[in-house]
């Protein structure tokens, strides 16, 4: 059976369950969530996000490694009343006065002897005597068999007891509200940026037979294999391991670009007339560029920094190359601002924006123009 709830990006996901915790806290609704998606599309970094956000604590169960008496908890013969009794399991919530979120990841995926006891925790809030306090959240995981995973057909009195929310893998989203405020690397930010179909290529993979997809997961190991394996031929070989080969090509290929022509340090170190050269002349190289100086942010290096970002709608008139003269730049200047503005005001450096003469020029010009 096909998932036919709304389908949204993991930002959004989370926006909706932090809606619903602010509900349950409140009294309105006490409700079980469901997250259905594909592998790697980031269900997990949504709940753990959600328990920072929210000082929660968070426990983790992954279903398809537990048995059924491990969340019944086993029993035990009490000879003073002459009844059975039960232990309870240590991972279920039970404290009363702090937040909790219970992650019941990989349900679909969970053995059919497992789903009863879970139709308590999702419905009843409870397991045998063991009831979940209030300021528990819950929260389920899992994929879908389309998704060529390991699953089982979701049924009806399983589906009947939950709130469910389709999360889907989106560039933008991700971009903006995960892999730059996490400081994945800036070629891989830069490259799903200009490539926003290769950030999730799950289904073109299942319908090809390929073994290897791209998924926001991938993504982020390539980010990680990128800062921690320097000898280029062993790093190709890993992300082509982690992507695939064709797609770690076309990536190779922007990587080896960015790192010869995006130098973030030295241009902030330069006067305005070496700065001006260094600017990369390629859509990749800008917008890593861009990505890395939201990156470096910080209030030791502020004011350079919204130079350098001011400075690529000027670049056209400062540099002969024709590359120039073809990019949006005043676009991707404006992109920048809004994810540096971002950063700024997260860390408390707002005020550096409105006493900076090069953005108070950028400001100026895009009032004049209406926008």
Not at 54 to 71: H, N, S
Not at 85 to 92: K, M, S, T
């Amino acid at each position: 059976m096909s998932v036919n709830a709304m389908t949204v990006p993991a930002g959004e996901a989370l926006e909706v369950l932090r809606a619903g915790w602010e509900a349950q806290k409140a009294g309105h609704i006490t409700a079980s969530y469901m997250l259905h998606g594909r592998p790697g599309v980031g269900k997990t970094q949504v709940v753990e996000q959600l328990a920072r956000e929210i000082g929660a604590r968070l426990f983790d169960l992954r279903l398809t490694t537990i048995e059924p008496q491990d969340l019944r908890g086993l029993p035990y013969y009490d000879h003073e009343t002459r009844k059975t009794r039960w232990y309870r399991p240590e991972d279920l919530p039970d404290d009363p006065d702090e937040p909790s979120i219970l992650f019941l990841d990989e349900l679909t995926a969970a053995s059919p002897m497992l789903q009863p006891t879970v139709y308590g925790l999702l419905q009843e809030r409870r397991v045998g005597r063991h009831v979940l306090p209030r300021t528990v959240f819950i929260v389920a995981a899992g994929n879908t068999v389309e998704d060529g995973a390991i699953a089982y057909q979701m049924n009806t009195a399983l589906s009947d007891r939950l709130i469910h929310l389709h999360v889907q893998a989106a560039a933008a989203d991700w971009l903006d509200n995960y892999a730059v405020p996490k400081g994945l690397d800036a070629s891989v930010v830069a490259f799903i940026k200009t490539r926003p179909d290769l950030l999730d290529t799950t289904e073109r993979a299942v319908a090809e037979g390929h073994l290897i997809a791209t998924t926001p997961r991938s993504w982020e190991r390539v980010s990680r294999i990128m800062g921690a394996v320097a000898e280029r031929r062993g790093r190709n070989v890993l992300i082509a391991g982690t992507v695939g080969e064709a797609v770690a090509a076309e990536f190779a290929l922007i990587a080896d670009d960015i790192a010869a022509t995006v130098q973030v340090q030295e241009m902030l170190e330069a006067d305005r007339k070496a700065r001006i050269a260094l600017y990369p002349a390629s859509m990749h190289g800008l917008n890593a560029l861009i990505y890395g100086l939201i990156g470096v942010l910080d209030a030791r290096n502020v004011e350079e920094v919204i130079d350098c970002m001011a400075e690529i709608r000027n670049l056209a008139r400062h540099r002969p190359e024709e590359a120039f003269a073809r990019m949006p730049l005043g676009e991707l200047c404006t992109y920048g601002f809004e994810g540096l503005i971002r950063k700024g005001l997260e860390i408390g450096l707002g005020e550096h924006f409105l006493g900076n003469e090069a953005y108070r020029a950028y400001a100026a010009e895009r009032k004049a123009a209406g926008l």
